[in-house]
């Protein structure tokens, strides 16, 4: 089944945020923190698990099946590069077509 209906238009493009959007926190509260994926499972450096919402993953496949619809993230945060990590450690990179994550 699909996410849209095969008749009538359609998302060409879906953008996400990512603080408090893909995940429930923000990229600057991990700044300057060493973070690691262990077990499908990814922690800052205080080895405390960083949790994402917990439909984020279902979502973002689910749409990413849909034929024609591309995903992009656009994001401002003075830590683009913790955004950039979590999505690579969570696994999510896969997902998008696009990563605009800017200070």
């Known amino acids: 089944e699909m996410?849209?209906?095969t008749t009538g238009p359609k998302p060409a493009l879906i953008v996400f945020d990512?603080?408090?959007?893909?995940?429930?926190?923000?990229?600057?509260?991990?700044?300057?923190s060493k973070l690691y994926e262990k077990n499908q499972k990814v922690f800052d450096e205080t080895h405390s698990r960083i949790i994402p919402f917990p439909q984020t993953e279902a979502v973002l496949k689910r749409i990413s099946e849909e034929p024609g619809v591309k995903l992009a993230v656009a994001s401002m945060t003075c830590s683009p590069k913790v955004g950039h990590k979590l999505l690579k450690l969570y696994g999510?990179?896969?997902?998008?077509?696009?990563l605009?994550?800017?200070?």
């Open 3 to 5: 996410v849209f209906p």
């Open 18 to 32: 990512l603080d408090y959007t893909l995940w429930p926190f923000d990229c600057d509260d991990y700044y300057g």
């Open 92 to 98: 999510w990179d896969k997902y998008f077509d696009y």
């Open 100 to 103: 605009e994550i800017y200070p």
